[in-house]
């Protein structure tokens, strides 16, 4: 048997997750949701607004808060920022804050209006508070639901062009510009976006951006058939795309979040063009990106630990960022090769191409 060692981190924190609580309880529930987390090894998640009805009140936040209320992992609610996620007029992002907002984002949604936008990240900057940006210009993306590739060309798939990621992240950065808002990029996938954040970074602007876990390990370019846990929004890069998100992280350019979003399975078995977007991730992260980062790339464990740990924390209101002071510590053990078991996991759904690949990284609450 392989010999073992065990870390302990301060506690790992997912900004990306999706819990559909309230709205679609049969792919994950706040309790389900938080379960997976434990098992996944975080002491805090961000839940995403896009629940069914949008958390753009204050009433949607203490709705989640109270569901959370005895979970030995945190539930940090994020909030809209427009009024159900619309992008047509500015959400009450004073009350939100108030309420406990942990930033604000339309996630699933960009806010395509220049002004909302100029308006939003005005009123954010006041408040001391991060905006969260899903950085797909629909105008780019059209009907399209894969970046170009053998699969795409031989299935006649609509494609989604890099340039809706550059085009979009170039617009918010000109808003950071003028407004000095905190702005952070989600799930980035594309070279040019990471670029186009290095350079922000570089240039002093308040920045920050996110890789998720299916986007350090997959390219386009090696789905084999028509199967929909592969895809997402925004989709799987290129083999160049992967390799910049990479070296990225490794330059400490990016951190890490999940992007865990589950679906029932019959909203997943209509291939590429028919299925929903998204795939779970909570409770394989911390394997798969040890794995991408540590084993693939020689990221240090340290440096590692900290794009799960230090810098989320760069993204949160100083309220939710004071919340941490009381959560667990992250330990992991490294050493015995496991298999990842989607079908024992604790959340509801089983949406990622995940299961059978091995790691030796594990969260000691294990999966």
């Known amino acids: 048997m392989a010999e073992t060692v065990k870390m302990s981190f301060p506690g790992f924190v997912d900004v990306h997750v999706h819990f559909r609580d309230p709205g679609v309880p049969e792919a994950e529930t706040t309790a389900s949701g938080l379960e997976a987390a434990r098992r996944g090894g975080f002491a805090a998640v961000v839940t995403m607004p896009n629940t069914v009805p949008a958390c753009d009140s204050p009433r949607w936040i203490d709705y989640q808060l109270k569901a959370a209320r ?18 047509r007029e500015v959400a009450d992002l004073e009350a939100l804050a108030e309420a406990g907002a942990a930033f604000f984002t339309d996630d699933g949604s960009y806010v ?106 997959f390219s386009c370019e090696e ?14 890069g290129n083999g160049e795309d992967r390799a910049e998100l ?8 990016l951190m890490f979040a999940t992007d865990h979003a589950p ?23 911390i394997p798969l990106t040890w794995m991408a980062m540590v084993e693939g790339e020689g990221m240090s464990p340290d440096a590692w630990a900290q794009a799960w740990w230090k810098m989320p924390r760069r993204i949160l209101s100083p309220r939710a960022a004071a919340r941490l002071d009381s959560a ?27 299961g059978g690949m091995e790691s030796v990284c594990w969260p000691v609450f294990g999966i």
């Open 328 to 354: 667990h510590e992250t330990a992991i053990e490294v050493g015995a090769r496991r298999v990842i078991e989607a079908a024992k996991f604790a959340s509801l759904s089983r949406n990622c191409p995940y």
């Open 112 to 217: 395509s209006d220049d002004r909302v936008m100029e308006e939003a990240m005005r009123r954010a900057a006041a408040l001391g508070m991060c905006i969260c940006e899903h950085a797909m210009d629909p105008k780019e993306v059209k009907d399209g639901v894969i970046r170009d590739c053998h699969l795409a060309r031989i299935n006649h798939l609509p494609v989604v062009p890099a340039s809706a990621e550059a085009v979009a992240i170039r617009r918010d950065l000109a808003v950071c510009r003028v407004t000095g808002c905190r702005l952070h990029i989600q799930h980035i996938s594309t070279a040019e976006g990471v670029a186009l954040v290095r350079d922000a970074q570089k240039e002093g602007l308040p920045v920050t951006a996110e890789a998720t876990p299916h986007h350090l390990l």
């Open 246 to 253: 990479r070296r990225a992280v490794k330059d400490g350019v």
């Open 223 to 236: 789905i084999g058939c028509d199967d929909a846990n592969y895809k997402m929004a925004p989709p799987l």
């Open 263 to 285: 679906h029932p399975a019959a909203k997943k078995s209509l291939g590429f063009a028919g299925s929903a977007n998204g795939i779970i991730g909570l409770e394989a992260a």
């Open 70 to 87: 005895s979970a030995e992992t945190l539930l940090l609610p994020s909030a809209c920022i427009t009024k159900g996620r619309l992008g």
